[in-house]
Every structure is written in structure tokens, then in C-alpha cells.
């Protein structure tokens, strides 16, 4: 056996304007250097409001309220061409707004980092109660509030962040030290953020697969963030403090890290967890990052369009062992970009796309559909940043065309056929590949899609402790009959007539004692 | 002779499109010294 069922999988946004307004790397850096900057000025009125990001067609289709096919016959620009009805709700998951996150955020502080201003904790606490997913007892952990005074003396003296909502103070993140960076109450606060997106996507998941959180075995969490103090700055982990919250008292976890390529590589590690029987039921879970909130902002400030990078993303995906009845991750044709691979495009695609479907017996035209580095291209067209995943599908169909297994004519048409427009934000880790997972399990179950890739890449070079960067893929397909008679050797076959045969000269003795 | 002969490079490379390693590859018979070579990520 060499495969994990997919069983279920969840996508999650927290529409949080201003924590990318105040915390998003981007403003954050220009407000410490430039406090008057004209440019901080024009993005506090470029806000994309939550009545509006829960009718942006990309938002939609990355809760699964709309599929990505669906965005191509959507008039563009997107969010000027906003869907006619709201969806916070998806078939994977929701669009939570910002007020509901800072309070779910509280609910996941365990050491007493989000201070709340009394009289907002208690009207977020009413929104909370009404949530379908959180429960009396994480609702028992959100704070009864401070005297607003509290919360202005520890931002007044150095000792917290103020939190908005609504344009005013309604709280503050505190710092865990006094002189540990790593324990700031910037690094707190990114940290939390990301733990709870990564809480909501795993209650999103765990319902979606029609569970109880004490069925989760094992959890693997897969953000760009670093848990840790000065004499351990990575040492995690998010996945069990994620799992802690939403109550999965059977899970342990652990953190998995590759930038970008964090997500596929968790997938392979929790799928090779469950294939080898050491673990059943293993989500893998990523959170949101603050820092690449409003990230490309200035460019779109400059251009007159909406700061549409507000929302932190957060996806769940549930492996199971081979059940036969879920689309199934593929483990005996992985793609992996080795060291020595080189870093060229072609060399890159080689590795990630080509040379997994070699070991398949496969051709480029056998994947019905690559997901590639999915990031929305409203977001980085504006930005200069091109169309990624256009980019990805144009360098799959060169490869095609130079291995001589694609008509160079044919290129816009395999394009067109094999790619998906991009449709997730850019928060790094999240657009890699694995927004398509709930949208390629659905058509595989539906029998409309018989093959998709995830594809993956990471900029490890951002580290600077190598000019490499990386990568890996998966196929996902329809489930193969439980028995498994594609996995058998020639021994297993062996072996089991053999003890067939042992079975019948035991039943034909004792029948011939009888007699 | 490379028009690039006795210049000196500045690569910036971008993950999704060329990195600057495959940029230096390209260039290793062009003449030129790389004076800088990065790659950035803007996504």
C-alpha cells in the first residue's frame, strides 16, 4: 500500500483589515520609518469592507462556495465585479470577520497575551456564542474583559500592541518578556494569529469529515512562523498547541517547515505517517501569516484598487488509510526537487511535474489538472509580481513541448485544459497547491476529474542560508478497490494461498477425526 | 566576443520565473563577473 485517503478537507479566511493595516509587514515597516507616510494614509481608505470580501469571487472559491472554473466566467476585475449574494459560509469553510477573529484569537491565548476591552469582548462574545463550531468550552476561555485604561497603559508603556476594530482600540497583544525578541508582542501576536487560523481550519475540518476531535491521531502543522524563545527561537510547535484548542485530547503533533513547499511536504510526512501504519487519522493544518497582509499594498495604493491581501488564510486536509471509497495521495511517485536538481525552470518542472510522471507510467496530458503556486492574480498582476500560476502552467507545457510530447501550437489550449486561474491569497505557504485539494477531491468523487497534481514550491533562499530553493508534488486520483491487488507481490500472493491451503488441510483433518 | 566581456552582472532572479543560479549558470560563458546575484520572492 503505498497510498492515504484524502477524506476531508477545510479552507478557512479571517477578513482582519486592520491587523493588516497596523501589523502587515508592509505598513508596518513604513510606520516605523515614515510615521506621516502619505502612502499609510491612502491605504486606510483603500479597505475591501467584509460585506464586499464575502462576495469576491476568489474568496468564494477558496471556501468552496464557488469553483475555480467558475472564476472564468466571472467579468474581471473580480472585485469590481463582486458576486450578487454574501457567502461567509462554503462547503470547506468560512470567511471570518475580523471582530469574531480577535475574540477567537483570545479563546486560543493561553498565557494571557490578548487583552480585550471589556465592553468589546462581551458583544463578540455574544457573536461567538452563535458560531456552530465553538464550543461552551472554548467560549469558557474567552476573557471577560479589561478597563480600557489597562489596555492604553500597557500600550503607553511599551508592553503590548494595540488591537483595532472599527477604527478604535479594543484591546491589545502583550509581550511574553522583557527582553526576549522572540517573545515580543509583535512576534506574540503573529503567532497567535496563526494558531488560531489554524484552530478554525481544523474545527472546520474535523466537521467536515464527520468526526470527533478526540478521533484525530496526530496533527501536522505546516505555517511559515517560528514558536520558540531566544535559546530555542523554532522549536514549536503549533500543531499541538492548535490541537490543544480544539479539544483533539488523543493528538500529539509536530511542525513541518519549507517556506512555501511547507504544506506538500507536511502532506507527504502525515501520508507516509498513515501508510506505514503509524498513525490513522493525521491532519495536516496550516495557518495564517500577518506579516503578508497588505504585503503588495503600496502598489495597489498606487494604482487606485482595493489593499486585497486583508485576510489571513488557513487549510486542513485529513489522511486516512486507503478505505476505497476517498480520492487518494499517491506516495510511489512523488515529486522532489534534489539538490543537485539545479535551479532553472525546466530543471525545476523536471523534478516536480516530469519526473513523477515517469515513475507513474504517465504522460503530461494524463493529469487532468496541475495545481500550481494558486496565488490570486489580482493580487500580483498590479504588483508586478506576474500571473504565478499562468507562469507554472506555461512552464509545464514548454517541458511538454521540448521532451516532444506536446505540439508548441497546442501550448495555449494545454494551458487552458490543465491549468485553473489563481484564486487564493498571498500568504505564502497557503496558495501552494493545496487550495485545489478540496476542489480535486469533490470532481474525482463526482467522477468529472480522474487525476490532479499538487505542486508546491519554496523560497528557501529568503533564509539566507542557501541560494536553493524547493519543491514537491503528489498526484491525487480516485480511490483503487481496498484490496489492493495492484500493491500485492508475487510473496503476498504466496503467502496467502499458503495459508489458504493451511486453513483446509486443518478443517479436512479435524472432519476426518470426526468421522 | 560577449557583449557581456569584462562587465560586471547584477542577476535578480525571481522564484517563478528565472532564479539568479540559473541566471549565473547561463551566463558562466559570457565574460561578464557577477558582482551580484539574488533571488527574491514576491509572493
Known sequence: ?515 | MSILQGKKLVLLGERDGVPSPAMEAALAASGGEVAFAATECFV
Open chain 1, 1 to 515: 500500500m503505498s497510498k492515504a485517503s484524502v477524506r476531508a478537507s477545510a479552507y478557512c479566511l479571517c477578513h482582519v483589515p486592520e491587523l493588516a493595516l497596523w501589523y502587515g509587514n508592509t505598513p508596518h515597516a513604513e510606520r516605523a520609518a515614515h510615521p506621516e507616510s502619505e502612502f499609510l494614509g491612502q491605504l486606510a481608505s483603500a479597505v475591501q469592507e467584509y460585506d464586499k470580501a464575502v462576495r469576491y469571487a476568489p474568496n468564494l472559491a477558496y471556501i468552496g462556495a464557488l469553483s475555480p472554473d467558475d472564476l472564468l466566467d466571472r467579468p474581471q476585475p473580480w472585485h469590481e465585479h463582486l458576486e450578487s449574494g454574501p457567502a461567509r459560509n462554503g462547503k470547506y469553510g468560512e470567511i471570518i470577520p475580523e471582530d469574531e477573529f480577535l475574540g477567537f484569537m483570545d479563546i486560543c491565548d493561553v498565557f494571557d497575551l490578548i487583552w480585550l476591552e471589556a465592553g468589546f469582548a462581551a458583544r463578540v462574545r455574544e457573536k461567538l456564542a452563535a458560531h456552530s463550531l465553538i464550543t461552551e468550552t472554548m467560549l469558557h476561555r474567552l476573557e471577560a474583559g479589561h478597563e480600557a485604561l489597562d489596555i492604553s497603559g500597557a500600550v503607553e508603556r511599551g508592553e503590548a500592541l494595540p488591537l483595532y476594530c472599527g477604527g478604535k482600540v479594543i484591546g491589545c497583544c502583550r509581550r511574553g518578556h522583557e527582553t526576549d525578541h522572540n517573545l515580543s508582542a509583535y512576534e506574540l501576536l503573529v503567532n497567535i494569529a496563526c494558531k488560531a487560523s489554524g484552530v478554525l481550519s481544523l474545527l472546520h475540518l474535523i466537521k467536515n469529515a464527520g468526526l470527533r476531535p478526540e478521533d484525530i491521531d496526530f496533527v501536522v502543522e505546516c505555517s511559515e512562523e517560528a514558536a520558540g524563545d531566544v535559546c530555542q527561537r523554532g522549536g514549536g510547535n503549533f500543531a499541538k498547541a492548535i490541537a490543544e484548542i480544539a479539544g483533539c485530547s488523543n493528538a500529539s503533533g509536530c511542525d513541518v517547515r519549507a517556506f512555501c513547499a511547507g504544506p506538500v511536504n507536511a502532506l507527504i510526512n502525515a501520508a507516509s505517517m498513515v501508510v506505514a501504519g503509524a498513525r490513522k487519522n493525521v491532519a495536516v493544518i496550516g495557518g495564517g501569516a500577518i506579516p503578508k497582509l497588505y504585503m503588495n499594498s503600496r502598489d495597489h495604493v498606487k494604482k487606485g484598487l482595493p489593499a486585497l491581501e486583508n485576510c489571513l488564510g488557513g487549510f486542513g486536509v485529513l489522511l486516512t488509510p486507503e478505505d476505497g471509497v476517498h480520492p487518494v495521495m499517491r506516495l510511489d511517485c512523488l515529486g522532489k526537487h534534489n539538490v543537485g536538481a539545479g535551479a532553472s525552470p525546466q530543471a525545476v518542472t523536471s523534478a516536480l511535474v516530469l519526473e513523477p510522471l515517469q515513475k507513474a507510467g504517465l504522460t503530461f496530458s494524463d493529469v487532468e489538472r496541475y495545481a500550481a503556486e494558486l496565488h490570486n492574480p489580482e493580487i500580483t498582476l498590479p504588483a508586478g509580481a506576474g500571473n504565478v500560476p499562468e507562469a507554472n502552467y506555461k512552464m509545464i507545457a514548454a517541458l511538454a513541448v521540448m521532451k516532444g510530447l506536446l505540439e508548441k501550437s497546442a501550448m495555449p489550449a494545454f494551458i487552458k485544459e490543465h491549468g485553473m486561474p489563481g484564486f487564493a491569497p498571498t500568504q505564502g505557504h497557503i496558495p501552494s497547491g493545496v487550495p485545489f485539494i478540496g476542489h480535486a477531491v469533490d470532481a474525482i468523487t463526482a467522477g468529472s476529474l480522474k487525476r490532479a497534481m499538487i505542486i508546491g514550491k519554496g523560497s528557501l533562499f529568503l533564509a539566507r542560508l542557501t541560494n536553493l530553493a524547493d519543491g514537491a508534488s503528489f498526484l491525487l486520483e480516485g480511490p483503487s478497490a481496498v484490496s489492493g491487488a495492484a500493491d500485492l507481490s508475487k510473496e503476498d500472493i504466496k503467502a496467502a494461498i499458503l495459508d489458504v491451503l493451511a486453513e483446509l488441510a486443518g478443517e479436512m483433518s479435524k472432519k476426518e477425526s470426526a468421522s
